[in-house]
């Protein structure tokens, strides 16, 4: 089974951001490995899995979580993220605990 993987790049100055889809915290400080920043990578031909991975070898993490789902990726200040309504944060709350 041939399994496609894309690397999103990313430029040293304009590292992505990791943000949390309930409560928009924002993690800024990505890990590394190697010494460089791990890079967003996504697999799979219908089931598609996003990770971290390093571009020196074949280490890979996985996205972290926040509020008990997967974080959203984002590169630069720039999150396309719909506004939600305070209500609309609770029900999501209430869906994923």
Request: charged share 30%; glycine share 6%; net charge negative.
């Amino acid at each position: 089974m041939k399994v496609n993987i894309m690397f999103r790049g990313i430029d040293e100055k304009n590292q992505g951001k990791l943000i949390c889809k309930i409560c928009q915290y924002v993690e800024c400080n990505l890990p590394k490995h190697h010494g460089k920043t791990l890079r967003w990578f996504i697999s799979g031909n219908f089931d598609k899995i996003e990770y971290l991975k390093c571009e020196n070898c074949d280490y890979t993490q996985p996205i972290a979580s926040h509020c008990n789902i997967q974080m959203y990726y984002s590169e630069g200040d720039y999150f396309d993220l719909p506004d939600f309504t305070k209500k609309d944060y609770e029900n999501m709350k209430k869906e994923y605990e």
